[in-house]
Structures are given as structure tokens and as C-alpha cells.
């Protein structure tokens, strides 16, 4: 038996699957071995992947700055941590009790989005809570890009921190950090942004 007719038969044997691939635009695709077919969306994609594996354990970055997913926004993980205050980038907290300050500025994680517009603005929100002495959680979908740029984003422009040092600070808290390609190139290169 040749080669391609051994890579053949494999194909043919494997499991039937389906794939759903979503654009930056919204749109979905469905894909599988036999067809492409347009999905219907049933509501506003968030431009990032759902995370259903719980993550509600934030991690201490500095003295009242704390990051995370949008999982440690429980009023359990909230009390807990002490945290009086939430900076949600991206989504929305899903938050339990009034008492919580919060704050959300739309960000999308996407390597075009200029992450320092969204850097500037929680800088005054993260720099008030400290000031007051009360905890601020950051949080976005799983706590791994668009939080995590902006804490990063905070200690270079708060305690003049360069890049590696703010990156390595907040992934020796965070190891799951990763923020996009194109965070990653604008916290880089922060002088042509500010």
C-alpha cells in the first residue's frame, strides 16, 4: 500500500467532527470534513473564547491592586480577598452585591484595538482606589490579555517600570498572562502611544 492511500484510508476513519469558527466581524462558520455552512448567531460575540472552567483565585499584584478572570467576581472571592472595587475590561462583571464599586470600559481583545486608550483611562480608576486604601480587582473574560495589559500598562506608566520588568511583575503573580500580539507590540513600544 502506497503512502497516500495509507494517509486515505486514515481519513476516512477518523471521527466526523464539527467546527465553529468566529470572526472578529461576528460572523460563524460551521466546518466539517464534508461542508462549510453559515451558523446563525443567537447573540453578541464577545471577541474572545468562553472559558467554563472556574478561575476564582486573583492574583495580588501590589498592595490593593488584584487581578483576575471575570470568576473571582463572586461575592464569595470579593469578601474573601476584601475587595471593594472592580474595573471590568471587556465584559461586565457579574456582580452579587451592591456594595461593590465597579467600573467597565469597553475593550475588545483583538491585536488592532489600541489597548493604551483603555491603559490611560484605568489608570485614574486603579490610582483613586489604591489612594483610598481599598482593593481593585481587574478583571477581563479569563484575567489572561486585556486585564493583564492593563496592570502591565499601570505599573509603566504608575512606578515607571519598563515593559519586561511590568510583563515578568505581574506573570510571576499570573502565570496564565498572555496578552495578544498587538498588546503585546503597543506595551513594547508604549512611547509612541502617550
Same mark, same amino acid.
Not at 138 to 151: K, L, Y
Given at each position: 500500500?502506497?503512502?497516500?492511500?495509507?494517509?486515505?484510508?486514515?481519513?476516512? #476513519?477518523?471521527?466526523?467532527?464539527?467546527?465553529?469558527?468566529?470572526?472578529?466581524?461576528?460572523?460563524?462558520? =460551521? *466546518?466539517? /470534513?464534508?461542508?462549510?455552512?453559515?451558523? +446563525?448567531?443567537?447573540?453578541?460575540?464577545?471577541?474572545?473564547?468562553?472559558? #467554563?472552567?472556574?478561575?476564582?483565585?486573583?492574583?495580588?499584584?501590589? *498592595?490593593?491592586? !488584584?487581578?483576575?478572570? $471575570?470568576?473571582?467576581?463572586?461575592? *464569595?472571592?470579593? +469578601?474573601?480577598?476584601?475587595?471593594?472595587?472592580?474595573?471590568?475590561?471587556?465584559?461586565?462583571?457579574?456582580? +452579587?452585591?451592591?456594595?461593590?464599586?465597579?467600573?467597565?470600559? %469597553?475593550?475588545?481583545?483583538?491585536? %488592532?484595538?489600541?489597548?493604551?486608550?483603555?491603559? =490611560?483611562?484605568?489608570? *485614574?480608576?486603579?490610582? =483613586?482606589?489604591?489612594?483610598?486604601? %481599598?482593593?481593585?480587582?481587574?478583571?477581563?473574560?479569563?484575567?489572561?490579555? /486585556?486585564?493583564?495589559?492593563?496592570?502591565?500598562?499601570?505599573?509603566?506608566?504608575?512606578? #515607571?517600570?519598563?515593559?519586561?520588568?511590568?510583563?515578568?511583575?505581574?506573570?510571576?503573580? /499570573?502565570?496564565?498572562? /498572555?496578552?495578544?500580539?498587538?498588546?503585546?507590540? $503597543?506595551? =513594547?513600544? !508604549?512611547?509612541?502611544?502617550?
Amino acid at each position: 500500500m502506497s503512502f497516500l492511500a495509507d494517509l486515505v484510508e486514515r481519513k476516512n #476513519n477518523l471521527k466526523p467532527t464539527e467546527t465553529v469558527i468566529t470572526f472578529a466581524n461576528g460572523q460563524c462558520l =460551521k *466546518e466539517s /470534513r464534508a461542508m462549510t455552512l453559515p451558523v +446563525q448567531i443567537e447573540k453578541k460575540p464577545f471577541g474572545f473564547i468562553v472559558d #467554563n472552567k472556574p478561575d476564582d483565585k486573583p492574583a495580588k499584584i501590589l *498592595e490593593y491592586l !488584584y487581578l483576575g478572570s $471575570q470568576d473571582c467576581c463572586s461575592k *464569595e472571592v470579593l +469578601q474573601a480577598y476584601d475587595i471593594s472595587n472592580i474595573l471590568s475590561i471587556g465584559i461586565e462583571a457579574p456582580l +452579587q452585591d451592591d456594595n461593590i464599586k465597579n467600573q467597565f470600559l %469597553e475593550c475588545l481583545d483583538l491585536p %488592532e484595538t489600541n489597548i493604551w486608550n483603555t491603559i =490611560k483611562t484605568s489608570v *485614574e480608576v486603579i490610582r =483613586k482606589s489604591v489612594n483610598n486604601c %481599598e482593593s481593585i480587582l481587574v478583571h477581563c473574560n479569563a484575567g489572561i490579555s /486585556r486585564s493583564a495589559s492593563v496592570v502591565i500598562g499601570y505599573l509603566m506608566l504608575e512606578y #515607571n517600570y519598563s515593559f519586561d520588568n511590568a510583563y515578568e511583575h505581574v506573570r510571576s503573580a /499570573r502565570p496564565v498572562i /498572555r496578552p495578544n500580539d498587538g498588546f503585546m507590540k $503597543q506595551l =513594547k513600544n !508604549y512611547h509612541l502611544y502617550i
